[in-house]
């Protein structure tokens, strides 16, 4: 098995200022790819302490893929950190700067030339790598075994380059792994309920939590693994995403899809999150007919007929509420089947009993209308996009439904 090491650089990272989402992006496709990531860390601005961690691992992993500190201010030392190790100069990568600075216009080419003495270089004898998404060359290079690569740390340029530069190392294996994902289960009780396939010694198991699904990933010898995978959607039959769908939104379009079902939704609390994410998935127009977004009670009951005696002895959060939303949202797309969401998201307008984080789901088509609530944890934002996993839970599980 090869081994990698990722390093993410940036005070700003450090103090929690930025997310660094970058390595451990590159660790899920590392992974699933067979490689054994051995280390993640972020380090600060500086070349001193990048250069102590390239004397730490080259020689010792196969992958050494660093983030940031690429661009042209004073506290991009990444470049010169390399330089330093390599014992080499920095020297500039005319062409390939030009093929970058040749897609922008004019004013921008005049700017991004002043640059050329910074983010243009990299390290005698090293490879200037393209960066189809910025301005700032990448730089790679191999000594004593370790293929090193570094690129910027802006997340749409780092993927792109890793995309480009690594699609070898990052190509999913196709024997010796599987991936299973779960919707709708914590990980504690899913861990107990896989327990059977967990407890094999011959399989490498990893559970993998994200908001609204669990993934399984698995990995060993073909046969182990095919017979795992073939179980572990044995032991949560019906909650098992189907293996081409990535994602809650993918298994609702194909889901659809297949079934001939169009989808509509009606949203206050989540502000349009849910059909958002539908609209993700290429090919959505063709089962996906809109999603009102209904915020105020004029809107739910001007747009989608809640009725004003509802509005009055219920409330907007309410399952009344909830289930009249999805009939409203079926009878204006005139599609299948419809969810809706109302909710109080916070950080004000909880009480004793309806508290911040209540969220009805309405849930309407096959000849019948539900209503389910949820309590979410966290803040407004969190309440918001667990909201919306759930709102997709719900349309799968309508889906994918026997009639």
Wanted: one cysteine or more; glycine letters at 10%.
């Amino acid at each position: 098995m090869k081994h990698a090491v990722l390093i993410a650089l940036g005070d700003e990272l450090l103090s929690g200022i930025r997310h660094e989402g970058n390595c451990s992006w590159l660790a899920g496709r590392l992974t699933r790819a067979g490689w054994r990531v051995e280390c993640m860390e972020i380090l600060p601005d500086g070349k001193d302490s990048l250069s102590n961690h390239l004397e730490k691992w080259v020689g010792k992993t196969d992958l050494l893929v660093l983030s940031g500190g690429l661009g042209p201010t004073h506290d991009d030392c990444t470049r010169e950190a390399l330089s330093s190790f390599l014992k080499v100069p920095l020297e500039t990568a005319d062409d390939a700067y030009n093929r970058i600075i040749g897609r922008y216009p004019p004013e921008m080419q005049v700017l991004l030339g002043k640059c050329r003495d910074t983010q243009g270089t990299v390290p005698l004898g090293t490879r200037a790598v393209h960066n189809p998404e910025g301005s700032a060359l990448g730089i790679a290079f191999e000594i004593c075994g370790t293929k090193l690569f570094a690129f910027p740390g802006v997340p749409s340029e780092y993927r792109a380059m890793a995309e480009q530069e690594l699609s070898g190392e990052i190509a999913p294996l196709r024997n010796g792994t599987a991936s299973v994902l779960v919707a709708g289960w914590p990980e504690s009780l899913l861990k107990d309920r896989l327990a059977p396939v967990l407890s094999r010694q011959e399989l490498h198991v990893s559970i993998l939590p994200s908001p609204g699904l669990v993934e399984i990933f698995l990995r060993g010898n073909p046969a182990d693994v095919v017979r795992a995978e073939a179980d572990v959607r044995l032991l949560v039959p019906g909650d098992c995403l189907p293996p081409e769908a990535r994602s809650l939104e993918e298994a609702v379009i194909m889901g659809s899809e297949q079934r001939g079902l169009k989808l509509a939704c009606a949203e206050s609390c989540t502000g349009g999150l849910v059909g958002a994410a539908l609209t993700s998935v290429p090919g959505s127009s063709a089962v996906f007919f809109g999603s009102a977004v209904c915020y105020s009670n004029t809107a739910k009951k001007s747009i989608l007929s809640v009725s004003e005696a509802t509005l009055d002895h219920f409330g907007a959060v309410s399952p009344q509420c909830a289930a009249e939303m999805a009939e409203g949202a079926i009878r204006v797309f005139g599609t299948d089947l419809a969810v809706s969401v109302t909710g109080i998201a916070g950080p004000e307008g909880g009480s004793a009993q309806k508290p911040v984080g209540t969220v009805w789901f309405g849930i309407a088509g096959k000849g019948r209308t539900e209503a389910v609530k949820r309590l979410f944890p966290g803040d407004r934002n969190g309440i918001r996009k667990r909201a919306c996993m759930f709102a997709l839970l719900c349309l799968w599980r309508k889906v994918s439904e026997k009639e």
